[in-house]
């Protein structure tokens, strides 16, 4: 079989389900970063430099972007086969 043969296809529902998982999961990035690059801009250093466990609140959340996209493909890879 062919990978065009249309018998093959997905489901219209299934593919809208998957789309709307992997636009949300998108949405949960775009916010996670967009909010933690404006935690890291001049207008929000008070709220960066809040200690939480000793750390800097600015630098927990730019070292936990990199874990949370990880979290995010991973799902999307269970959600999409």
């Known amino acids: 079989m062919s990978t065009t043969d249309p018998a093959n296809a997905p489901a219209p529902a299934s593919m809208g389900h998957k789309m709307l998982v992997s636009f949300g999961l998108f949405a949960v990035f775009f916010v996670f970063y967009v909010g933690a690059a404006l935690v890291q801009s001049p ?39």
């Open 43 to 81: 207008a929000g250093k008070d709220v960066a430099t809040i200690q939480v466990g000793g750390l800097p609140l600015g630098l927990i959340l730019s070292l936990a972007v990199f874990p949370l996209s990880w979290l995010l493909i991973a799902i999307w890879f269970k959600v999409a086969r």
